[in-house]
């Protein structure tokens, strides 16, 4: 992490947790060019030779920032990031997340409660693999949205070039295992390899480096019994403890590497470094075979053993079978390249620049200067936004872009219900601000119209649920800078509904979190077809299962999910009778449908959508009406291929290509995409449109211009 900080261009201040006892580690990242080592034993602040536990590091991280604020800072352990979740350092943590629970069964409510809070004081959560992101995502929803991949990190030793040549020629073939020694690592099982392989024809020999000897309590001889086999065994040397670069030269020296474990750990969510230090050294591993791995290294990975038996057919097949170790190596080797410290880098810039968003000449002109008298001069002081609502559910993504943004300050005037909300509070808010954004066309509206100081701007966002209310009638439009509404349909709508001025009304589209939603499908997604929400009629949950039937009926693979809640969950929607008369009709049909059979899946309501989506191919909608209909932008986002059914302003939001005129246009889409081989051009296409059109930090720009008084309106926001 530190190194990969520095490359990124990063002052880094590394804060050492235990007394430093041999510089093998520390000594080269103090020689990295802007990193600074604190070892708080060696300076006094620390008493004792015992790691600092938790209290002691969260007051010297808190005395550290005081004297010289961090605009981040990186943790790693939950029970530290826990501590700091109360302290001031609280919404600059990025928490590397790497000893959490693995498994619902040991998720307790505790841990939960726990990774809630410090989910919710961390600016991002760092997590080490998709698997791990996907798990905390659907137990943990506070984590949405903020889960970040940081895989583990290869670089190299300096001068230390990788394994060139293949199979060993008059000479035993050379198998390395480094790390601790433990059963589940089934580091004694590899001391009998040379022998067992001897049985087969195989000279080979195995390294063991590490000096780690675990002390299982369930396994009292397990520690005298390793070390005997390390020291006694024929065909294993056993090289000790050594620093990780001499570690890593001893790997490039072997033939194959072994990382065969216990099928107990097959479900970890972590990514052993050691793999793909052994790919980047050009040492082909064996290893389990788990849909990670298999992801990496591809599902005929020629070295994936289960079992003793396994990896000796395995050793024996490249032992004798030059081609096949060639496979492996090139499939080591391509595993590892998204791994190296460059790439590593590279993510983390990207992750810095949305985290820090450069400031923007049109918000720094729009800046009032400061009062006389003294203080910051124009420009220096930041442009002043309120926002006012009574509901952020489709503001927040924007709220925290706006709040990272370094030329604006935000507050929020919380209203706590459409119509309450506390004067006083609101009239500081004019007091205060240059700008007001009032999420939906409501009361706040109303308000913030007519008690704004003249020259402040007001914008004011306009949803669906209002258009047809009498708030809009009411705004004295005249004291309303910009109405935005999210796509040209509806602000035509509003335009012939209200009489207002076109000058008035913009179109900013919502925002889609391409960065979050661009996740690895899983297999057979091209089979999947997906449904976000299914509440209330409109909905038409009745034409997506027309859809299905005409699917299955040529294919069973194709299956339904929705993810959504009930629509008895929504008493406004269960207390009518038609509503209620449509579901039971629907739900009805699904159980006795035969080609509806087992091929309908109902998946919990929830935040963790860009999980959920990494199973789905196609999107539908297949709704009377929306005002933009999120749900396929975010599939495409995903890499799913949207399917809509023409909806009234669907064309002006969604490239046509993507519409169908029925149920059975649908499927016939869905079928030929797929049976033409079309599915990976077509989502690829609808990936890149949508990140053009609606992507986060296009929309994001555009409510900076907007904010700024810089945006021009627009209607023809239309995809082409």
């Known amino acids: 992490m530190v190194q990969t900080a520095a490359l990124a261009g990063c002052e880094v201040t590394l804060v050492l947790k235990a007394p430093v006892l041999t510089g093998r580690l520390v000594d080269p990242l103090r020689a990295l060019p802007g990193v600074t080592v604190l070892s708080p034993h060696a300076e006094g602040l620390v008493r004792g030779k015992e790691p600092m536990v938790t209290r002691q590091a969260a007051k010297i991280l808190a005395r550290v920032d005081e004297e010289r604020p961090f605009d981040l800072v ?51 959560l760092l997590c080490q693999t998709e698997e791990l992101r996907g798990f905390l995502e659907s137990a943990v929803p ?26 060993p020629v008059g000479r035993a073939m050379k198998l390395v295992y480094t790390g601790k020694f433990a059963p589940r690592w089934n580091t004694y ?13 195989v000279d080979a020999e195995v390294h063991m480096v590490g000096d780690k000897i675990h002390d299982d309590p369930a396994d009292r001889g397990f520690a005298a019994r390793m070390r005997q086999a390390l020291e006694s065994s024929e065909g294993v040397i056993w090289h000790g403890g050594h620093p990780r670069a001499e570690a890593m030269r001893l790997t490039a020296a072997g033939d194959v590497g072994l990382s065969w474990r216990n099928a107990g750990l097959d479900a970890s969510l972590e990514l052993s470094t050691k793999l793909l230090e052994c790919g980047a050294l050009g040492v082909p591993v064996v290893l389990n075979r788990t849909p990670m791995h298999e992801r990496l290294f591809g599902a005929d990975y020629p070295l994936f053993s289960a079992t003793e038996d396994d990896v000796l057919d395995a050793l024996t097949l490249i032992g004798k079978n030059p081609d096949v170790y060639t496979l492996a190596v090139e499939r080591c080797r391509a595993a590892a390249e998204g791994f190296t410290l460059e790439a590593a880098a590279g993510r983390l810039r990207r992750c810095l620049a949305q985290t820090f968003p450069e400031p923007s000449p049109a918000v720094l002109a729009a800046t009032p200067p400061a009062p006389p008298g003294g203080g910051p001069e124009q420009g220096e002081r930041k442009l002043r936004v309120a926002v006012a609502s009574h509901d952020l559910k489709f503001f927040s993504r924007l ?26 509070r609101s009239r500081e808010m004019i007091e205060w601000a240059d700008v007001i954004v009032c999420e939906w066309c409501g009361p706040n509206a109303l308000w913030y119209a007519e008690h704004k100081r003249p020259g402040q701007r007001l914008v004011v966002r306009l949803h669906r649920f209002e258009l047809y209310a009498s708030w809009p009638r009411d705004l004295d439009i005249g004291a309303v800078d910009q109405v935005v509404c999210v796509s040209p349909h509806y602000a035509e709508l509003t335009r012939e509904a209200t009489g207002w001025p076109a000058s008035k009304i913009t179109v900013i589209p919502n925002w889609v979190d391409d960065h979050q939603l661009d996740r690895p499908k899983l297999a057979g997604a091209e089979h999947h077809l997906g449904m976000i929400g299914i509440a209330p009629s409109r909905k038409r949950l009745d034409l997506a299962l027309d859809a299905l039937e005409i699917l299955r009926r040529e294919d069973p693979r194709y299956t339904l999910f929705i993810k959504s809640k009930l629509p008895w969950e929504y008493w406004w929607i269960w207390q009518k009778p038609e509503e209620r008369a449509h579901y039971e009709r629907v739900f009805k049909r699904i159980r006795r449908s035969p080609a509806l059979a087992g091929g309908v899946v109902f998946d919990s309501y ?86 053009a059109a609606y992507g986060l930090d296009k929309v994001c720009r555009q409510w900076t211009d907007l904010l700024a008084g810089a945006l021009e309106p627009t209607q023809t926001m239309r995809v082409a």
Not at 666 to 686: C, L, N, Y
């Open 189 to 201: 099982e590899m001391t009998r390899l040379p022998r067992l392989l001897a049985q087969r024809g």
């Open 399 to 424: 709220l925290d872009y706006l709040r990272s943004r370094p030329d604006m300050e935000v507050r929020v005037d919380h209203w706590a219900a459409l119509k309450v909300h506390n004067p006083d």
């Open 74 to 124: 990186v943790v790693r352990g939950m029970l530290l990031a826990a501590r700091l979740a109360s302290s001031p350092l609280a919404g600059r943590l990025w928490t590397y997340l790497t000893d959490v629970p693995q498994s619902a069964a040991a998720f307790s409510n505790e841990a939960k409660g726990q990774l809630r809070r410090i989910a919710d004081a961390s600016r991002l």
């Open 606 to 691: 929830g935040r963790d959508v860009a999980s959920w989506l990494r199973r789905i191919g196609f999107v539908l909608s297949t709704s009377d009406d929306e005002s933009f209909h999120l749900s396929p932008a975010e599939g495409m986002a995903s890499g799913a291929v949207p399917v809509l059914l023409g909806w009234p302003g669907a064309d002006t939001i969604y490239d046509t290509r993507w519409i169908q005129r029925d149920a059975t246009a649908i499927a016939e889409s869905i079928a030929a995409t797929v049976r033409e081989g079309r599915w990976e051009s077509e989502r690829a296409f609808a990936r890149e449109q949508v990140r």
């Open 142 to 167: 506070a984590t949405a949205g903020k889960s970040v991949l940081f895989p583990p990190v290869v670089a190299l030793p300096e001068g230390l070039a990788p394994r060139e040549g293949g199979l």
